[in-house]
């Protein structure tokens, strides 16, 4: 049966195989069920970890890693952390999935914030970091980094998901912390590996899915619809193997922003009086940027063995995306005529991006072997054209303007050894890697925003930044129940060509910035250690460097109305990263489970927060000087509880992340501080629970639960009303599925996200219950 695999460290060998997957749960407010399903699941267990104990004298040890093609990515590397990991199979028999990042919705600790089906601003938050620190994690697509590293926000800086199509991938693991010294210092918060499928045969697919949501807020209501479709080709023949895949969406988004304002205009009525996320009055005026996107992938991966010990793969992929966002106006005159204020806006967004990568690696399992790889990801055409025009008229034209990212992209060239000297213990990898990214964003004035051209100059950031870096880990079996790894990378890093320019009225204020750089060695450590027949503890440690990323260095701030420019010489994160983590495997496979202790602090964090400029406050990035993050995580896997093809899967996890020290931080409330306060977007608690039952090989059917305490957005957590728009609610929600397999070409599902339709802002407000369908036939 398909499960959701719990995350463990991946130095054990006692991993549950390939065609499991992950998850987690617990509602802090235990309900009897759960506590009645937690101590069937462990009296079990006890029972059968009873029953299974022999008298023995053989030493506790830790086997040899032998896998071959589909293990989990920490496993083929030999790589310390903690690892979660969701395979194809188990989500397609458990989760609704309508994009790749979907596959995430239950491993522990993770949440990616999709605000909508078709979402392009789709973060990855971890254990330890939030939805707006999209640097702060690492998400791969066959070794492409997928992570936009332009930025470190929800915005242009959010992962590129939608390189890969759902019926693509063969697997997704998770990596927790800094602790392998192939990552860069972004790995500090996880490391996302996508692994795509290659064809042992021909093989062809069709899925069609469909989804609704109907959704109410504020006093309006409407049904956003979505559809989605995906074909897939592959085949091997003789050294050389291909698949090419193409996927079209078309999907309509309930509203995502809101107007407000401190009155309701003179005259008018509808205005919703409500509070902001500060406690203070105000009137939700209309919703914003009801969104509809239509988006096209293409992708093609082709591989040929010019030897069966010698590999080269060539990926390339093309996304396209149109989409329309309008407003809708909740205000009436008198005669009840819908009536516009000068907040009202339409926008039309044109994008079009490329992926490339190139890659050879020998694979002889011998004393050596070698890999070199090279990626690209850039935007050949990224236009987002706003109306600034008065509403109604600005809906059929009139001024705009038009932001154009085309050319923002990045490039990384990789180089790998591994070592493996004979009649030795250990395994010595080592490798080089050096990346790029370009960061171009001017804005431009137009007389039209629908069909207009370029006008005068209105603001520019742009800028690049450069990362060199060597560095090597010795996995050594000190003893057979002792493992050790030590690693450690060595950067240099570089920001340069950065430059502003903003405009106030007729004048033109233009910034070239200094180049700056930094250097530094991140060291790491694990040991590993069998301490018993289907234990293993796990102590880990390790320092990582986050250096700013372009548009953290080089944004333009809105100050008064006047576009400013903030400090580009901001300091890279000094993070040290430990984790202690427990395993215990259940007998004859039935599951297992883990507790983690962690502690994460950082130097120099780089947080949005209010400061003054001059004679004036404006909110940028700054480096505050001192956070930590500390908590316990426990994960388990329980099959065949109760009866057979009945499975349990969930996780809980606790973080006390804090600021300690803040000298940048200026009170915008009289008596407020940061010091002492809770690190901003990470909650004190999240939890799931995945129970799946499959009676048969035919049907499938599945509960889930995710849960989220609230967060603050400010570092002062002056931000204590969470239910409105641009607050953070805390929130439970469950989805449920039922996948039927009608014969061995054919299968259908129905799902639910959002089952008891939860009503929740994360910032923005989140989707309502939403039903899908999907119809798919494999050849």
Sequence with gaps: MNTLLVSSPSSSSRSPSPSQSSSRFIDLRPSPLLLAMLCAWSGSALAQQTGSETASSEPTALPTVEVHGSGSVAERKQLPQTTASVTADAAADSINVTDSSDALKYLPSLSVRKRYIGDTQSPLATRTTGVNASARSLIYADGILLSALVNNNNGNGSPRWFMVAPEEIERIDVMYGPFAAEYPGNSYGAVTEITTRMPQQFEASIKAQYAQQDFSHYGASGTYRAQEYNVGLGNRSGALAWRFSVNHLDSYSQPVTYITAASAPAGTTGAVPTQDRTGKNLYVLGAGNLTHTVQDTARLKVSYDFTPALTATYTLGFWQNQAHANPQSFLNNASGATVYTSSFASNDVDQQQWMQSLELRSKTGGQWDWQVAASTLSASRDLTRTSTTAFPAGQSGGAGTIADASGTGWSTVDAKGIWRPAGS???????????????????????????????????????????????????????????????????????????????????????????????????????????????????????????????????????????????????????????????????????????????????????????????????????????????????????????????????????????????????????????????????????????????????????????????????????????????????????????????????????????????????????????????????
């Design 425 to 779: 213990a250990q395994v010595v990898s080592f490798g080089a890697h050096v990346d790029r990214y370009t960061l171009a964003t001017p804005t431009w004035n137009t007389s039209n925003w629908i069909s207009g051209g370029n006008g005068t100059l209105a603001s520019d950031s742009r800028g690049k930044t450069e990362t060199s870096a060597l560095w090597a880990q010795d996995v050594w079996h000190l003893a057979p129940a002792l493992k050790a790894t030590l690693g450690a990378r060595y950067e240099w890093w570089r920001a340069f060509d950065g430059r502003n320019v903003s405009t106030s009225g007729t004048t033109v204020f233009a910034v070239n910035q200094p180049q700056v750089s930094h250097n530094g060695l991140s060291p790491k450590a694990s040991l590993a250690w069998a301490f018993a027949d289907d234990w293993m503890a796990t102590l880990s440690s390790g320092r990582a460097l986050r250096f700013p990323t372009v548009g953290e260095l080089y944004q333009n701030v809105l100050l008064n109305g006047v576009y400013l420019q903030a400090n580009p010489n901001l300091k890279p994160e000094k993070v040290w990263s430990t984790e202690l983590a427990i395993e215990k495997q259940l007998p004859q496979g039935r599951g297992k489970w883990r507790v983690s202790l962690f502690e994460e602090r950082v130097s120099d964090a780089l947080i949005s927060q209010t400061s003054t400029i001059g004679s004036g406050v404006a909110s940028f990035t700054q480096n505050v000087d001192r956070t930590r993050q500390r908590g316990i995580e426990a994960a388990f896997e329980r099959n065949d509880l109760f009866m057979r093809g009945f499975s349990l899967n969930g996780s809980v996890t606790w973080v006390d992340a804090r600021i300690l020290d803040n000298s940048s931080y200026v009170a915008t409330t009289a008596g407020a501080t940061s010091v002492g306060k809770r690190t901003p977007y990470v909650p004190e608690w999240r939890a799931t629970l995945v129970a799946s039952y499959k009676p048969d090989d035919r049907w499938t059917y599945t509960l889930a639960g995710r849960y989220s305490g609230r967060v603050y957005a400010t570092v002062d957590n002056t931000d204590i009303n969470t239910h409105t728009y641009q607050g953070f609610d805390g929130y439970t929600v469950f989805d449920a599925r039922v996948r039927y397999r009608i014969d061995r070409h054919w299968s259908a599902a129905l799902g639910v996200d959002n089952l008891t339709n939860r009503d929740y802002f994360l910032f923005h407000p989140f989707p309502q219950r939403t039903v899908l369908a999907e119809l798919k036939y494999d050849f």
